[in-house]
């Protein structure tokens, strides 16, 4: 999966109907917003991947429901072998 295969939909702060429930991101939507996030950090902590997800997403808090969905994304990520976890610091080498 490359940067631009699929779209990320942020909300758009004024238009409550743009937000939507954890629930109702595709798996594929919340990897990709994943892969933009470790590319442009060049190395992330789980917590701040989690942290920066939802706040892309429109959520303020990450609470279990939400942090164990993302944390789902980002485990599979991991076990796909786009990303990478080495001492606690996400990368992705083939992000473009």
Do not use: W
Request: hydrophobic share 40%; charged share 20%; proline share 4%.
């Amino acid at each position: 999966m490359g940067l631009n295969d699929v779209p990320v939909r942020v909300p758009v702060s004024d238009l409550q109907e743009t937000y939507r429930d954890v629930a109702h991101i595709p798996p594929e939507e919340i990897q990709a917003c994943m892969l933009l996030i470790i590319h442009q950090a060049v190395g992330i902590g789980v917590d701040s991947l989690i942290k920066e997800t939802a706040n892309v997403f429109g959520f303020n808090r990450t609470g279990n429901r939400i942090r164990d969905r993302l944390l789902k994304e980002c485990e599979v990520l991991q076990q796909k072998g786009t990303v990478t976890n080495v001492d606690g610091l996400l990368s992705c080498q083939n992000c473009q």
